[in-house]
């Protein structure tokens, strides 16, 4: 490779190392959409031709989403977002008061928020799982916490912050044997690794099209037949009464484009690629600068996604000076009015505070290239040297 020596100090380039917080529309996917907001556009539920055609459309997306995930048809719900996807499989099926809920301690806010909410709101009972210091949770940790009133389980599939892989399918084997719902966040597995319900056996799984060059704002919750869910949303009756509220038709076709082309990734290298692009970036970072490690090294992760830990580059210095000279990462730790709380992900994880806080995400898309590899190398190379310069 030798990227170091590639560039001159002159050189910029816009790199966009954050698709773990969003990914860029493809082509593919805005030519689909654009007639839904140009020409085609109507109301799903209109009974006249423009709304039968929008009726259609959304339900050929149905099976591209449902087909990314094995699922059928009808057990997709289309949503708002991934945020929306998982506070509706968590208040859409835990009612009872007292009921008893298990989670992790590395979910997305959605969920653990969502739950938190039901500890306040119906007394609910919470288990939080810690992972071991891979960044995964046993799935007999799942067993022990059990209880005779344990309503619903909820894992993510993969972890935003590290991209380590959960096991889902172990957990799900203990679930159906004791008769639980599983909920599992697969807001950024989809795509990314192939997924497939039954094999998962879980009973509710989130998705959101913007983490796969889908449009921003839709989301999907995969409702198993049979499962009855609780809406949040009342009004018409959207999506077979479970989601009221007029479809997003341009936003779901968009969606149903990005999982076509998702499913095909598996198949046509492009998975392949930004696997041996992250790869390249983990081996030359380590090279390239010393005192680094690999958050979740150990554990089976997505292949788009790096978390470094890089000696010095505490509360978020590092992503700043990456910021300007044109790369764009995120951190591990959340920045606000000049204090900083480091990742719960990272702390869940068994980091301390200082290695969590010195922790930087790089997340690759179908977009990224060696070049942008290589210029980002460069720079963090660069931007290290300066900022333990400045420390000595
Ligand atoms: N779940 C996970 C694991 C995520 O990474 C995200 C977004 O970062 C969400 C849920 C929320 O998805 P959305 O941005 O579509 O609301």
């Known amino acids: 490779m030798g990227a170091v020596i590639e560039f001159n100090r002159q050189q910029t380039r816009s790199v966009y190392l954050d698709a773990n917080a969003t990914t860029p529309l493809l082509g593919e996917v805005f030519d689909a959409m654009t007639p839904w907001y140009l020409t085609r556009l109507a109301n799903a539920s209109s009974s006249h031709t423009r709304g039968r055609e929008a009726r259609d459309a959304a339900e050929l997306a149905r099976c591209e989403v449902a087909g990314l995930i094995g699922a059928e048809a009808g057990e997709i719900v289309f949503t708002s977002s991934g945020t929306e996807s998982d506070n509706l499989a968590i208040f859409g099926t835990v009612v009872d008061r007292g009921a008893h809920i298990i989670t992790a301690r590395i979910e997305h806010h ?41 309503r619903l389980i909820s894992i993510m599939t993969a972890n935003n912050e590290t991209g380590v ?8 084997r203990i679930a159906r044997e004791h008769g639980i719902l599983l909920h599992t966040d697969a807001v950024q597995a989809a795509g990314k690794v ?11 799984l989130s998705l959101s099209a913007h983490k796969m060059h889908g449009p921003q704002g839709v989301g999907a919750l995969f409702v198993r037949n049979g499962l009855r869910l609780d809406p949040m949303l009342v009004g018409g009756g959207h999506e077979t009464g479970r989601r009221a509220g007029t479809e997003n038709i341009a936003g779901i076709v968009g969606f149903g484009a990005a999982a076509k082309i998702a499913r095909r990734g598996f198949d046509d290298g492009s998975i392949r690629k930004i696997k041996k692009l992250r790869d390249e970036l983990e081996s030359s970072l380590l090279r390239e600068v010393e005192r ?20 010095g580059a505490e509360g978020g210095r590092l992503i700043q000076v990456l910021d300007k000279v044109g790369v764009a990462v995120s951190g591990g730790s959340a920045c606000s009015a000049g204090s900083c709380v480091p990742s719960h992900v990272l702390l869940a994880m068994g980091l301390s ?4 806080s010195a922790s930087v995400r790089f997340s690759l898309s179908k977009q990224t290239t060696m070049e942008d590899v290589d210029f980002a190398i460069w720079q963090v190379a660069e931007a290290m040297e300066q900022l333990r310069a400045a420390s000595v």
Request: neutral net charge.
């Open 110 to 150: 959605a969920v653990l928020y969502a739950v938190e909410r039901l500890q306040q709101r119906l007394g609910c009972a919470v288990t939080y799982l810690s992972p071991d210091e891979t960044g995964a949770v046993n799935p007999e940790q799942v067993r022990c916490a059990l209880r005779r009133n344990t």
């Open 165 to 172: 892989l959960q096991p889902v399918e172990e957990i799900g």
């Open 194 to 204: 192939p997924i497939d319900v039954n094999q998962l056996g879980c009973d509710l």
């Open 292 to 311: 680094a490690g690999i958050n979740g090294a150990r554990a089976r992760r997505v292949p788009n996604t790096a978390n470094i830990w890089l000696e």
């Open 353 to 356: 505070p200082a290695r969590a």
